[in-house]
């Protein structure tokens, strides 16, 4: 079974510069969530969604930020325009079932520098 | 407000020392808990986890977590680590009843030195 895939590994953009990130979920997995790591701080949380539904959004920073999950398969993470703060690894992460025992399985990251 | 706490930055131990990895957390309600493992060049991955039930939970590559629901606590132990348990190591929490976001800490770096 295929894991959970993002694209791209790295990016490097220039400050007011737009970048769009893609996630990937596991196949048939209804949830699927972005988290942020800035460097050297916890990883955050930044949004949730069920399907195609947004379910949370507490964690998005501010109106710069969009995300969407069309057709609830693969979800892309849109930063317009890009700051010097974004820059960190984004990370996808989906589950199966939105349930008290579920896993989230992690991809492997999309580290975004802006310059 | 919901926060995870993880007692140490980095930790530098010998191959075959015992570890141990404090956590604890800040949550008015019932929670899940987790440990994932990010090693190097590689996913975030689950290392163990607690639900309910037994609070000493067993996890992957002879990792155990002791759930101590009077001190807000999930240390982290191993009774011998080797070289490949050098990575780093996040301590989590979530709501039960939502099992939604998740909450980390900041994350602890392992390093064993062979």
């Known amino acids: 079974e295929a894991g959970v895939t993002q694209f791209p590994s790295h990016s490097v953009i220039e400050k007011g510069q737009t970048v769009t990130l893609r996630c990937d979920p596991i196949?048939?997995?209804?949830?699927l969530y972005w988290y942020r790591r800035v460097m050297g701080k916890e990883i955050k949380f930044l949004l949730h969604?069920?399907?195609?539904?947004?379910?949370?959004e507490s964690g998005m920073p501010n109106n710069r930020f969009l995300a969407e999950r069309t057709g609830g398969t693969y979800s892309t993470l849109k930063v317009q325009p890009a700051e010097l703060e974004d820059s960190g690894v984004y990370f996808c992460?989906?589950?199966?079932?939105?349930?008290?025992?579920?896993?989230?399985?992690f991809g492997p990251g999309t580290r975004l520098t802006v310059l | 407000a919901q926060s995870v706490s993880q007692h140490n930055h980095h930790v530098i131990l010998s191959e075959a020392a015992s570890l141990e990895l404090g956590c604890n957390y800040s949550?008015?309600?019932?929670?899940?808990l987790f440990w994932y493992v990010q090693y190097p060049g590689q996913h975030l991955q689950l290392l163990l986890k607690y639900f309910s039930g037994d609070p000493l939970v067993k996890g992957i590559k002879g990792f155990e977590a002791e759930f101590i629901k009077s001190k807000f606590s999930f240390n982290l132990r191993k009774p011998s680590v080797q070289w490949s348990d050098t990575a780093e190591y996040f301590c989590a929490v979530s709501a039960y009843s939502s099992a939604s976001k998740i909450i980390f800490g900041s994350g602890t770096r392992l390093s064993i030195r062979p």
């Open positions: 196949s048939g997995h209804d949830n």
């Open positions: 969604f069920v399907k195609e539904s947004k379910q949370d």
């Open positions: 949550y008015g309600g019932t929670v899940n």
């Open positions: 992460a989906s589950s199966p079932t939105k349930g008290p025992t579920d896993t989230q399985y």
